[in-house]
Every structure is written in C-alpha cells, then in structure tokens.
Nanobody, 126 residues
Framework: QVQLVESGGGLVQAGASLRLSCVVSGRPLYRAIMGWFRQAPGKEREFVASISWNGEQVLYPDSVKGRFTISRDNGKNTVYLQMNSLKPEDTAVYYC???????????????????WGQGTQVTVSS
C-alpha cells in the first residue's frame, strides 16, 4: 500500500523560505507524476506545483511561479517543494500527491491523482 508523508512545514515570517519534503513508500517513485497542493481554511484545494516522473517537465500556477520550485530524487523516493519569498497568503496545509503512470507529463487537476499525504501546515506571518 502506497504512503505519502510530508514534512518541513512550520511558522515563518513573510519573506522567509521553507522546504517541504514528501517521502513515498510502497511503490517506486520513478513511475509517478508528483504534485503539491494547498488548502487554506474556508477555501478549495489549490494546485501549487507538479513534476513529471523524470523531472523534465514542471508546472506552476502564476501565484507561485518564480517563488516555488518542485524537485525530486527518485533514488530517495522523495519530492521537494522549495518555497522562497513566502507571503501571508501562502498560509495553508500543503499536501503532496502521486499519479502512478508511465506518461511524461504534469497534472494540475487534483482529481487525477491516485494517492495523497496527510498534509503539513505552513503559516506565514506578516
């Protein structure tokens, strides 16, 4: 059974950086499109980043482009989200997600992912 475990969240001031990690177990990561999503209180889950299984393709929404970077280490079964220049509006629970496929692609729609982590809280104070 596949499991995704996020870590690295915390409370930081605006302008600071955080790096989130997502460790995948139960299935090899090298055949998975990975994504990061976030959900703030009272809001819908929002797409943050996606990376193809080989790392050649990445996708971001405009809200985080240029500030967030998704990366992966298939040998360590781990995906990362480097978040720089954090803003109070980045405050949310951040989730990683996996779509197991041989396709080289990225995915922004949450419904297309197969497995999810439990989330890690990121709070940015002004």
């Amino acid at each position: 059974q596949v499991q995704l475990v996020e870590s690295g969240g915390g409370l930081v001031q605006a302008g600071a950086s955080l790096r989130l990690s997502c460790v995948v177990s139960g299935r090899p990561l090298y055949r998975a499109i990975m994504g990061w999503f976030r959900q703030a209180p009272g809001k819908e889950r929002e797409f943050v980043a996606s990376i193809s299984w080989n790392g050649e393709q990445v996708l971001y929404p405009d809200s985080v482009k240029g500030r967030f970077t998704i990366s992966r280490d298939n040998g360590k079964n781990t995906v990362y989200l480097q978040m720089n220049s954090l803003k109070p509006e980045d405050t949310a629970v951040y989730y990683c997600a996996a779509k197991f496929t041989v396709a080289v692609a990225t995915i922004s729609e949450s419904a297309r992912y197969d497995a999810w982590g439990q989330g890690t809280q990121v709070t940015v104070s002004s």
